[in-house]
C-alpha cells in the first residue's frame, strides 16, 4: 500500500448514492444532502456548478469532485432558479417542501425532466466520512474541476452505462466503479503542477522518504523507532529525520501516531472489532495505551467514538 492508497481506502464506498440524470433546459437543482464527498461527471453537455457564488462549467467528459456538506446548485446556467432541492437521503423536494415522485418511469437510478434531455449528468454519493478520508479531503479544495482533456479514462462511460442496469452484485459494481472514478481523478489533480498536493502525496516519489512511508502505511502494528525505519530505508537516521521533516510536513514519529489513530478511528467503526484488537492492529500494546492516545487527539475513548458512529453522531 502506497500513501494515495491508504489514504483512499477510508472513502471506499459502501451502498454509494448513485444517479443518471437526464435534464433538458432550463432546470437547476439546489444540492443539500450534506454528503461529505461527491462526483460529478459530465457524460453529455454542459452544466454549471454554483458554489459560494462561484461558477464552475462542466463540459462533456469534465469531472468535479465536491467536498463538504455546504449547500449548491447545478443547473443549465445560472440564473436559473432551483426547480428541485436534494435533501438529505435523497430525498427530492420541491422549494416549498413537497416531495417529488419516485421517477420510476425513467429507469433504474435514472431521474431528470427528459428522456433524452440535451444534458446527462452522472452523480456519485459517498454517504459517511471516515477519519481517513477526512485527511485526504483536507488537502483537497472544496471544488476539484478536471476538464475532459486531463482525464483519459473510459470509467465515466462504463459507470454510465452500468448505473442504470439491475444486474445480481450491481451496487457492488457500482461501488467499486465510483471509486475507481474518484481514484482517477485525485490521482490526475494531484499530479497538476497548481494543485498544491499535501507533503505526504509529494512524498511518495522521493527514493527515501517514499518507501518510508509505505513501510509505515503497510506496517503499523510494527514497534518502529526512527532507527528502524531509517534502516530499512537504507539511510542515517538523522538524514531520515532531515528528508522526512522536510517533505511530509512532520517528523516521521508524530506521522506514524497520526496515521495509527485515524487508522484505529475507522477500525472501531467496523463491527467485531474490540478496542484491544484495534490496539493490536494499529501498534499500540494494550487497549489503555490506545485510549490515553485516542482520548488526547479525539476527546473521547475509543468506546465512545464508536458507540456515536453507531449512534449515527
Not at 453537455?45 to 469532485?65: E, F, H, Y
Not at 417529488?100 to 446527462?120: E, L, Y
Not at 452500468?162 to 459494481?173: C, F, R, S
Request: include cysteine.
Amino acid at each position: 500500500m502506497d500513501a494515495i492508497s491508504g489514504l483512499l481506502d477510508g472513502p471506499r464506498a459502501r451502498g454509494a448514492f448513485v444517479l443518471r440524470s437526464t435534464m433538458q433546459p432550463p432546470w437547476s437543482l439546489r444540492i443539500q444532502d450534506e454528503a461529505p464527498l461527491s462526483v460529478i461527471a459530465a457524460v453529455r453537455g454542459d452544466a454549471c456548478i454554483v458554489r459560494r457564488d462561484i461558477v464552475t462549467w462542466l463540459n462533456q467528459g469534465d469531472v468535479a469532485v465536491i467536498c463538504g456538506p455546504e449547500p449548491y446548485d447545478v443547473a443549465d446556467k445560472p440564473s436559473t432558479a432551483p426547480q428541485s432541492i436534494i435533501q438529505p437521503g435523497q430525498v427530492c423536494t420541491t422549494p416549498d417542501g413537497v416531495e417529488v415522485p419516485d421517477m420510476a418511469f425513467m429507469g433504474v437510478r435514472a431521474w431528470g425532466n427528459a428522456r433524452d434531455g440535451r444534458t446527462v449528468l452522472l452523480t456519485g454519493t459517498y454517504q459517511l466520512q471516515s477519519e481517513i478520508s477526512a485527511r485526504l479531503l483536507s488537502a483537497l479544495p472544496e471544488l476539484v474541476h478536471l476538464p475532459a482533456d486531463a482525464l483519459d479514462t473510459p470509467l465515466i462511460a462504463y459507470l454510465a452505462e452500468e448505473t442504470v442496469k439491475d444486474e445480481p452484485g450491481q451496487e457492488a459494481l457500482l461501488d467499486r466503479l465510483l471509486d475507481l472514478l474518484l481514484i482517477a481523478v485525485l490521482r490526475a489533480w494531484f499530479a497538476r503542477p497548481d494543485a498544491e498536493a499535501p507533503g505526504w502525496y509529494r512524498a511518495h516519489g522521493d527514493p527515501v522518504v517514499g518507501p518510508a512511508l509505505q513501510l509505515l502505511h503497510n506496517n503499523p502494528e510494527r514497534q518502529w523507532t526512527v532507527e528502524s525505519i531509517a534502516s530499512a530505508a537504507g539511510v542515517s537516521r538523522a538524514a531520515l529525520s532531515r528528508r522526512f521533516t522536510a517533505l511530509v510536513g512532520e517528523p516521521p514519529m508524530t506521522f506514524l501516531t497520526n496515521w495509527r489513530l485515524t487508522l484505529a478511528a475507522d477500525l472501531l467503526h467496523e463491527p467485531g472489532n474490540t478496542v484491544e484488537s484495534v490496539a493490536r492492529k494499529v501498534g499500540y500494546g494494550s487497549a489503555f495505551a490506545l485510549s490515553t492516545a485516542f482520548k488526547r487527539v479525539y476527546g473521547v475513548s475509543p468506546r465512545e467514538h464508536r458507540e456515536r458512529a453507531y449512534a449515527g453522531g
